[in-house]
């Protein structure tokens, strides 16, 4: 059958008035709700409701991080690699360390050990 056929069923063309009212006092109800919301929440508000236009900005310290400096990290990477391929004791823990590559042999070989019995 052609769709542009005569005999084909249609929505009715009527549109009705009240819910369309309905529909706009929901809408003007939410809106007067926010608006009293906002005015019921003022008076506790931070700022006083007669504040200046002119305020003031507030008095803010420097930023609370920062990334390190070139130098800075170079000689923590210089520390930590120091770390990793050195021998020493810890001065802050007291704990002796060695470095990465004999310890990674020393766990192969503790581990050959335990499967060897």
């Known amino acids: 059958m052609d769709e542009k056929s005569a005999l084909l069923a249609h929505a009715p063309s009527h549109v009705d008035a009240r819910a369309i009212g309905v529909a706009v006092a929901i809408m003007v109800g939410g809106i007067a709700l926010a608006l009293l919301g906002a005015w019921a929440e003022l008076p506790f508000a931070a700022s006083p ?6 305020a003031v900005r507030p008095n803010i310290e420097g930023p609370v991080q920062q990334t390190a400096p070139r130098l800075e990290r170079e000689a923590l990477l210089r520390e930590k690699r120091a ?3 050195g021998r020493g004791v810890d001065p802050k823990t007291g704990e ?9 042999k020393a766990m192969v070989d503790e581990a050959q050990a335990g499967r060897g019995r």
């Open 83 to 85: 770390r990793l391929e």
């Open 96 to 104: 002796p360390y060695v470095p990465i590559e004999e310890a990674m």
């Open 49 to 54: 409701a007669n504040a200046p236009n002119n």
